[in-house]
């Protein structure tokens, strides 16, 4: 990325390869893939129950992304134009395969006045800790709390792209914090 005013902007050699890839030039798409498998596959992973899962989202989404190649016009960051085809793919996938219902009441779940991200030494928990307990997450609180926490959506757009109703969301998202916050305090304070 370019560091000017137009900060948004590919830089020249990821505009080649660009280029390229919405000729079909296979050479081009498979450097393309190369460059951003490692980090997506962790973020479909954070999606997704099991790594065969999230193999499955990253394969779909990179089909999905080079066929959609002809309508990135390099305006925004080209990593953030995949990456919401990535979490729309996870989305579709989840919907697709989850036989898990989404239903819990929001007065169901009691969630902490706030999540205790310390250790008893008093140092920051490290991220690989938290995203492994994500990972641990039922299905729908686990893809709410990255829709919301990670992502940054709003519960009327999580609520819109699963198909739930907004208080779900509300609820799963409750869960998740509820839910990761015990995880850490029994982990990490004994």
Not at 89 to 114: C, G, L, P, Q
């Amino acid at each position: 990325m370019t560091e000017n005013n137009d900060s948004m902007q590919v830089d020249a050699e990821l505009k080649e390869l660009i280029d390229a890839s919405k000729e079909n030039n296979r050479l081009a798409q498979e450097k393309l893939y190369r460059k951003f498998a490692k980090p997506f596959f962790h973020i479909a992973l954070s999606y997704c129950a099991d790594r065969e899962a999230a193999k499955e989202v990253l394969q779909e989404s990179f089909i999905k992304i080079f066929k959609s190649l002809g309508q990135y016009n390099f305006e925004g960051a080209f990593e953030g134009w995949m990456r919401r085809i990535l979490v729309n793919t996870s989305i579709d996938y989840h919907r697709k395969n989850s036989k898990m219902s989404f239903y819990t009441d929001i007065n169901d779940v009691k969630v902490a006045d706030k999540l205790e991200w310390f250790d008893p030494g008093g140092s920051k928990i490290n991220t690989d800790a938290i995203l492994d307990e994500v990972k641990k997450l039922p299905e729908g609180a686990r893809m709410v709390f990255n829709l919301f926490a990670i992502e940054g959506y709003s519960h009327k757009e999580i609520a819109i792209k699963m198909h739930i109703s907004e208080s779900t969301s509300k609820s799963q998202y409750a869960r998740a914090k509820s839910l990761l916050s015990s995880w850490l305090k029994t982990e990490y304070h004994g």
